[in-house]
């Protein structure tokens, strides 16, 4: 704000804020160049000794207004409205442009002259101010209200302030409200401002005054009254998760719900998604049923983080929940996480985002990650198979930075080595450059069948005589994982083969796991291995009882996204299947505890961070079909 009204008044004075004195200015003017340099460095009192000097040496010049108005706020700055006004009032009153006036008006609310400060500020046209002179202009308007005991005027101002283009510091404004609210108004203003201010923060920031108060004077009946209708507030609603604690305090804040509040995006653009994992939890409420009935109370976050947040919240205080799942997408799962960890609520998300099961003591994670599929790949690889040497082709993008990232430090860590890495563009189609490089040999050299033939050797020939082909030389590497989707594999497996990459065994992840694969590259990926945290024909008599089951209900199979919705809820039910658990402390140190859950996503327990430790399906093109590798 200083540095706009600087501006402003340096513009008016005609100074320029460099080389002044090498341009010829008369030491006048230079005084009143190094006065504003000293205002805008904060040095007041020097500021205010030029201004002054200028202004007893200099009483004709056609600068010695804006320079009234500089020394005014130098004072006002320094705390000192009275000699502030002082110098506005020496400005002839025509010549008092509008900044000059609203100064004048805030310092005479300062100085306790409420009905000229008004009359001042009211008659300032606001298409004359700046946007931050408008909410000042407001500002003022309000302590002027209030200096002359006119707390609704006040009010009425000060939202003003905060609904004017740009408002600055909203936070601070609601709470200027909140506290006005509080301190200015009695029982029958606040009805008064929920009538005036109806679907407006006011009005619901009125409604939890009445609430709290009504507490206060045992009325819970008509503090449950104003809770519910403050807890009606459109999203955004500042003090929502205030008139939720107001909500709980009516209730037994020990007595818990045997619930679990599930977080999907039901509506928008993950509708689908959200559809999805829900069938697989409605499919485990029918199959878990513990002694003690446990309700699933659903809530659509329509992949909006804010929502998410509130709405967990919600669950915690009002719904009293002991544990809930979700959500999907990573920032709505982050949000909701920072809310669980302030609830002191077990949260089981489904999202793939890294670290937020480490954010919180309360956060837990049952997805399908990149270190876990990375793991079971080299389970098999250097474990059953004894490879030793690899080689990666991975995609330009964020995730396969990310499968990159990890099978490099894995194989590393395992005693591995890595004998090369390229990548690609997600767009790119030919894939002759990688595969040379993988391979050691110059890219740009032509093919050998556009080379000039060679003589051949005595040894040549009389291979050639015998009909013996000659050896192919082996790749310098044992394995290439290629951490792509089955459309990219399609395109890139083909050309392995044509261009020398052969005798190698291949390595994906659960994006391979597409029977369209095998259509168009089945021959090229023969002996291929994968991970994947589901497979809908696994030999695991549960797993076949899930897909069955699904399949009557729904006439389809079912996904890796119901399978994930089936086992979060699954997790939860058994555990609440004890008679121990009591509070959400007890739910927390049980999913700490888990062993091994038969999960058909894999059996799983939980870490010391909450990330699932999954036993994930490793699977191999067999024959022609993707088979479960036992």
């Known amino acids: 704000m200083r540095r706009l009204l600087l501006v402003i008044l340096i513009c008016l004075l005609g100074v ?61 700055d320094l705390g000192e409205p009275v000699t502030s006004l002082d110098y506005i009032e020496q400005i002839p009153r025509e010549q008092r442009g509008p900044a000059a006036r609203l100064l004048q008006g805030r310092m005479l609310v300062q100085t306790d002259q409420a009905a000229r400060a008004n009359q001042v500020l009211i008659a300032l046209d606001p298409f004359d101010l ?56 009695d029982d029958d203003g606040l009805r008064e401002v929920v ?22 004077d045992g009325d819970k009946e008509q503090a449950l009254h104003w809770a519910k209708k403050a807890l009606a507030a459109p999203l955004g609603f500042v003090y929502r998760n205030e008139a939720l604690a107001l909500q709980a305090q009516l209730n037994d804040p020990n007595q818990f719900q045997r619930a679990i509040g599930v977080l999907l995006p039901l509506t928008g653009k993950y509708a689908t998604f959200g559809s999805l994992v829900q069938r697989g939890m409605q499919l485990a409420e029918q199959q878990f049923r513990p002694e003690i009935p ?10 909006d983080p804010q929502q998410a947040a509130q709405q967990l919240a919600e669950l915690a205080i009002s719904d009293r929940v002991m544990a809930a799942v979700g959500p999907l997408v990573g920032a709505v799962a982050e949000t909701a996480m920072v809310e669980a960890d302030s609830q002191r609520l077990p949260l089981l998300t489904l999202s793939q985002k890294e670290g937020l099961a480490a954010a919180s003591p309360y956060g837990f994670r049952n997805s399908l990650t990149t270190r876990l599929q990375v793991r079971a790949l080299l389970d098999a690889a250097m474990g059953d198979l004894e490879l030793t040497t690899f080689a990666m082709l991975s995609p330009a993008t964020r995730q396969g930075e990310l499968f990159a990232e990890e099978f490099r430090a894995a194989v590393q860590q395992r005693g591995g080595v890595l004998i090369a890495a390229e990548r690609y563009s997600p767009e790119q189609t030919d894939f002759r450059r990688q595969v040379r490089l993988l391979l050691g040999l110059d890219p740009d050299a032509p093919d050998e069948e556009e080379q000039e033939p060679e003589e051949a050797t005595d040894e040549e020939e009389e291979e050639t005589e015998s009909g013996a082909e000659p050896e192919e030389e082996p790749p310098p590497f044992q394995a290439l994982f290629i951490p792509d989707y ?113 999960g058909v996503t894999g059996a799983t327990r939980f870490d010391s961070e909450g990330e699932a430790d999954k036993v994930l399906f490793l699977l191999q093109v067999q024959d022609g079909i993707i088979a479960q590798r036992n």
């Open 16 to 76: 320029r804020f460099s080389g002044a004195e090498s341009i010829g200015f008369s030491p006048p003017e230079v005084t009143l160049q190094r006065a504003a340099d000293h205002y805008q460095a904060g040095k007041l009192n020097e500021a205010a000794g030029l201004l002054r000097g200028y202004l007893v040496s200099q009483p004709d010049s056609s600068r010695h207004i804006p320079a009234l108005l500089m020394l005014a706020r130098v004072h006002a």
């Open 130 to 185: 700046t946007v931050a002179e408008r909410q000042q202009r407001w500002l003022s308007l309000s302590d002027a209200a209030l200096l002359a005991d006119q707390p609704l005027q006040g009010l009425y101002f000060l939202y003003q302030a905060l609904l004017s283009e740009g408002a600055d510091a909203p936070v601070s404004l609601q709470a200027r409200i909140h506290e006005l609210l509080d301190t200015r108004f």
């Open 195 to 216: 009538f005036m201010y109806a679907d407006t923060n006011l009005a619901f920031q009125a409604m939890l005054k009445l609430g709290w108060r009504a507490l206060g």
């Open 294 to 303: 446990v309700r699933l109370i659903y809530r659509d976050t329509a992949g």
């Open 486 to 598: 089955a459309d990219r594999i399609a395109l890139i497996a083909p050309q392995l083969v044509f261009y020398g990459l052969k005798q190698v065994q291949l390595l994906g992840t659960n994006g391979w796991n597409d029977p369209e694969l095998l259509q168009t590259a089945g021959q090229f990926i023969e002996g291929a291995i994968f991970a994947d945290g589901f497979f809908r024909h696994s030999h695991y008599p549960f797993v076949q009882e899930f897909v069955q089951r699904y399949f009557a209900i729904y006439g389809q199979d079912p996904t890796i996204l119901e399978a994930q919705g089936y086992d979060a809820a699954g997790i939860l039910l058994t555990l609440f299947n004890s008679p121990d658990i009591v509070t959400r402390e007890d739910v927390r140190r049980g999913l700490t505890e888990i062993q091994n859950f038969p």
